[in-house]
């Protein structure tokens, strides 16, 4: 009978132990619990919201903006219209037209060519008017006096049967432009000064023993 050693080892299946699979492995303990899963869920629905929030916030700026810029293109054409209306329209061509048609006629043999005179009562106009809206009598007086001088020339170069109708157009708008230039402006206050007036220390007492 062969003598049998004892090696530590109950069995084959103790040389070799299986290896661990992946199932096997344990995860995280953060991972399996509830409260993790909670947070990240609550994680995920802030940043949808403040997402969405962001997009809508954009398109809101670039609609206001495109708004903007619309409303100025607008603005701006409109102003331009409002403005050759002004300059080149039926009301001011009424006042303008017989004007330069007089300087034109009249122009000849002075040093000063008919293009000049029409500038120079243009610009005339405008720096009565300016100074006369801040509160020059000077400007105001030649105001009036541009005024009459306006339409004494839309008298004289309009048509025979629509002078009178030519010089009423040019006494309107002459009112109209003198709203701002006879605008009563706001006088300064007065300034009061006061004078005190104060007896010496013994005044009462001196005239007293005068008096005795």
């Known amino acids: 009978m062969e003598p049998q050693f004892n090696a530590g080892i109950d069995s084959p299946a103790d040389a070799c132990p299986a290896p661990t699979t992946p199932a096997a492995r344990r995860l995280p303990a953060w991972v399996t619990r509830a409260d993790t899963w909670i947070v990240a869920g609550v994680l995920t629905v802030l940043a949808a919201l403040a997402g969405g929030a962001l997009w809508l ?5 670039t609609g206001l903006l495109a708004a903007l810029d619309a409303g100025g293109r607008i603005a701006d054409d409109a102003g331009r219209a409002a403005a050759t209306w ?4 039926p009301i001011s061509r009424t006042i303008t037209a017989p004007v330069h048609a007089y300087l034109d006629s009249h122009a000849v043999g002075l040093p000063a060519t008919a293009e000049q005179l029409r500038w120079g009562w243009l610009i005339t106009g405008v720096v009565l008017l300016v100074a006369a809206s801040f509160g020059a009598r000077g400007a105001r007086i030649g105001w009036c ?25 040019t006494a309107a708008v002459w009112s109209l432009l003198a709203v701002p230039a006879f605008a009563r402006t706001r006088a300064a206050a007065p300034r009061h000064t006061t004078v005190v007036i104060t007896r010496p220390a013994g005044a009462d007492s001196a005239e007293s023993q005068v008096a005795r």
């Open 145 to 169: 006096l541009h005024g009459v001088s306006t339409a004494a020339m839309v008298w004289a170069a309009s048509p025979l049967d629509n002078r009178e109708l030519a010089v009423a157009v």
């Open 57 to 61: 916030l954009w398109k809101l700026i």
């Open 86 to 89: 002004v300059a080149h329209g």
